[in-house]
């Protein structure tokens, strides 16, 4: 079994910054694929990217490409999200998942899920 463990996220102004963490414990996930996702109100959950645990290849949805970066720390087994020029269409709960796929977009893929955490951006 794999725990997710949030923290990070909030509340700031159109063009600020935010980083989310995502500590993995329970289980080594060098196996294992780290995505992100997000839902807002009334809307469906949808990718963000993702990266392989083994290998720093990180992908990404178009709407959040040259803003969004997600990196991980194999020692700490923790995977990180920094936002930057955050817009207010960004606004949502954000999770983090792990999948045993090599890279997967597809939320049906993950099996294990962090808590969420809000994050909203005002104009």
């Known amino acids: 079994q794999v725990q997710l463990a949030q923290s990070g996220g909030g509340s700031v102004h159109a063009g600020g910054s935010l980083r989310l963490s995502c500590a993995a414990s329970g289980r080594t996930l060098s196996s294992y694929s780290m995505g992100w996702f997000r839902q807002a109100p009334e809307m469906e959950r949808e990718f963000v990217g993702a990266i392989r645990w083994s290998g720093n290849i990180p992908y990404y949805v178009d709407s959040v490409k040259g803003r969004f970066t997600i990196s991980r720390d194999n020692a700490a087994n923790t995977v990180y999200l920094q936002m930057n020029s955050l817009k207010p269409d960004d606004t949502a709960v954000y999770y983090c998942?792990?999948?045993?796929?090599?890279?997967?977009?597809?939320?049906?893929?993950?099996?294990?899920w962090g808590q969420g955490t809000q994050v909203t951006v005002s104009s």
């Open positions: 998942a792990a999948s045993p796929r090599l890279l997967s977009t597809t939320s049906s893929e993950y099996a294990f």
